[in-house]
C-alpha cells in the first residue's frame, strides 16, 4: 500500500477532525462537512468559520441537521473527479 503523504496544494491546517462516533452524526448545512455535535459544539466547522458555531448549542442546532444520506470520502482531492463533482476541492477534508 503507498505511503500517503499531505499533497502541496493542501495544507496541514486545512484538515478537518474525523467523527470519532458514528451515532449522532451531523451535517453542516452549508458546506455539508459531518461531524459530530459534540465536535460542531468543540471546534467548530472548518469550512465555515463565519458562521460561529464554537461554543454555541443553539447555533449548532439551528445550522446542522442530522438529516442526510450518504458519505464521500476523498483521498486526492486535487485529482480527484469525485471531488470535482461534489465540488468539495476547495473545502477542508478529514484527515
Known sequence: MANL???DAIDKEMVANI???I???RACIPCLLVKTFTQFYE???ENCEFLALQDDRERCMEI???QFEGLVGVMDPK???VSR???VFIFYFIE
Open 5 to 7: 503523504q499531505y499533497d
Open 19 to 21: 467523527p470519532n462516533e
Open 23 to 25: 451515532r449522532g452524526l
Open 43 to 45: 471546534q467548530g466547522c
Open 64 to 66: 446542522t441537521t442530522d
Open 79 to 81: 485529482n480527484s473527479w
Open 85 to 87: 463533482w461534489i465540488r
